[in-house]
């Protein structure tokens, strides 16, 4: 796994619930990068902008990393990096969101990938 990692997903869903059902939608694009990645103390940072926008805790599985944001409302965000494909060069990845507006569900499920940033 490198260091730091740009990844972007473009396909996906979103969620709301609302008079008692869900309603899907498409949600748009969502790029973000993960720098100062250092598996042995499993932390990270979420980089948005250029800027480091929170701090991440990684739970290492087989074939994969999984990065988890606790948002400060204790909203959680979590992406899940696998290892690189050997045919494309990418490692693909998968970003789910789970919070709430005004009382209710939102979550998001996002497909992509990763490539490591030189």
Known sequence: ????????????????????KYQASPPS????????????HQSASLILGGRTAA?????RAINANHFLEVVNEGFLNLTTIYD???AT?????????????FGQPVFAQYAGSCVAKP
């Open 1 to 20: 796994m490198p260091t730091h990692v740009v990844c972007d997903f473009d396909k996906g869903y979103a969620w709301t619930y609302e008079a008692g």
């Open 29 to 40: 694009d969502l790029a973000f990068e993960i720098g100062s990645i250092d598996l042995d």
């Open 55 to 59: 701090t991440l805790k990684i739970v």
């Open 84 to 86: 690189r494909d050997p």
């Open 89 to 101: 060069g990418r490692f693909p990845a998968v970003h789910s969101r789970h919070f709430g507006l």
